[in-house]
């Protein structure tokens, strides 16, 4: 069973930057790291349906939704244990929960905009992030 935990959220007035963590433990019993994992962000605003934001395959491809393209980066470290999102150029718009995904299919080739919530297995508890204008 693989436990998810996020950190690193906060509040920030726009136009800055917060990076975001998630951090995975331990490893799968079959020995994989989270390395050959899809991994993702999402984000839920309240009265809003939860929305993938980027997501990462095994190769370390990674992809984004439209509304956080060039100012958003996914990336996870080489032991597949942590998974980052770096904002910057904050949004009022970006104020979400932010929640790390996982799962054991590989994702290469899948964009974030064919992703939902039931393509994943695994979640965090989610860290909140809030810009205020």
């Known amino acids: 069973q693989v436990t998810l935990s996020e950190s690193g959220g906060g509040s920030v007035k726009a136009g800055g930057s917060l990076r975001v963590s998630c951090t995975a433990s331990?490893?799968?019993?079959?020995?994989?790291?989270?390395?050959?994992?899809?991994m993702a962000w999402f984000r839920q605003a309240p009265g809003k349906e939860r929305e993938g934001v980027a997501a990462?395959?095994?190769?370390?491809?990674?992809s984004y939704a439209d509304p956080v393209k060039g100012r958003f980066t996914i990336s996870k470290d080489n032991a597949g244990k942590t998974l980052y999102l770096q904002m910057n150029s904050l949004k009022p718009e970006d104020t979400a929960m932010y929640y790390c995904?996982?799962?054991?299919?590989?994702?290469?080739?899948?964009?974030?905009?064919?992703?939902?919530?039931?393509?994943?297995?695994?979640w965090g508890q989610g860290t909140q992030v809030t810009v205020s204008s």
């Open positions: 995904a996982a799962d054991t299919w590989s994702c290469t080739g899948a964009t974030i905009a064919a992703m939902t919530s039931d393509d994943f297995g695994y």
């Open positions: 331990p490893y799968t019993s079959s020995g994989y790291s989270l390395s050959n994992y899809c």
């Open positions: 990462i395959d095994s190769d370390g491809s990674s």
